[in-house]
């Protein structure tokens, strides 16, 4: 089955600056890579999404990227602020019914 | 619009006790999956349905059995709780459309195996 690794699995930044989280996947027929927000005691919140046949994608203050061939994929969050603070855990797609596999987490804490 | 509901929010069981999870969506979603995250492992997919009267296995299904006989409720029980099954609990929705991939997840449940 596909298995998704993310690094790092705690980060924390200077509020102002930059973050970001990799992940790799293993499943070439994987097409759907979606990244989830979760703070404490809540439901996982998709943030941002990309498709197999985009390379990159950009939302505000947030951008994901995508290497096909390479079979990994990153968030980028810029100008992070304290409310940035949560768990974010990325997802690879396939199936019938788009099946996800989530990598195990990033605690991002943004310092004031 | 509520979204994705689920009950009980909290639930404590003995080891061999039975339960059942109750997911419910309003939003007329084909898909449904139920996950279960524990500490540093992530989400992991249990079961799921791509519509009424169908399920299918996900990563971890032993112990879990599933039902959708309805479009909009997706119930999961639990025939024998173990302490493994130690957890919490997600279910979470989706249009089956192409282009329309986001899945909405449900509030949760703790369950407790002692």
């Known amino acids: 089955g596909e298995n998704v690794e993310q690094h790092p699995s705690t980060l924390s930044v200077q509020e102002g600056d930059s973050a970001v989280i990799k992940c790799t996947y293993s499943d070439s027929a994987s097409n759907y890579f979606p990244w989830y927000k979760q703070e404490l005691g809540k439901r996982p919140q998709l943030i941002i999404d990309i498709r197999s046949n985009v390379g990159e994608k950009k939302d505000q203050r947030i951008a994901v990227t995508l290497n096909k061939t390479a079979k990994h994929f990153s968030l980028h969050i810029t100008e992070t602020q304290p409310e940035d603070s949560a768990v974010y855990f990325c997802?690879?797609?396939?199936?019938?019914?788009?099946?996800?596999?989530f990598g195990s987490g990033t605690q991002l804490t943004v310092l004031p | 619009n509520a979204g994705v509901t689920q009950t009980p929010k909290f639930r404590v069981l003995k080891t061999g006790q039975s339960m059942t999870l109750l997911c419910a969506q309003d939003m007329n979603h084909e898909y449904m999956y139920w996950y279960r995250q524990d500490p540093g492992m992530g989400l992991r997919l249990i079961h799921y349905?791509?519509?009424?009267?169908?399920?299918a296995k996900g990563e971890v299904p032993d112990g879990y059995n599933v039902s959708r006989l309805k479009k909009q409720n997706f119930l999961l029980g639990l025939e024998s709780a173990a302490p493994s099954q130690t957890s919490v609990y997600f279910c979470?929705?989706?249009?089956?459309?192409?282009?329309?991939?986001?899945?909405?997840f449900g509030p949760g449940t703790r369950l407790t195996v002692t």
């Open positions: 979470a929705s989706s249009y089956s459309q192409r282009g329309t991939y986001e899945q909405y």
């Open positions: 997802g690879s797609g396939s199936g019938s019914a788009r099946q996800l596999t």
């Open positions: 349905s791509v519509g009424e009267g169908t399920t």
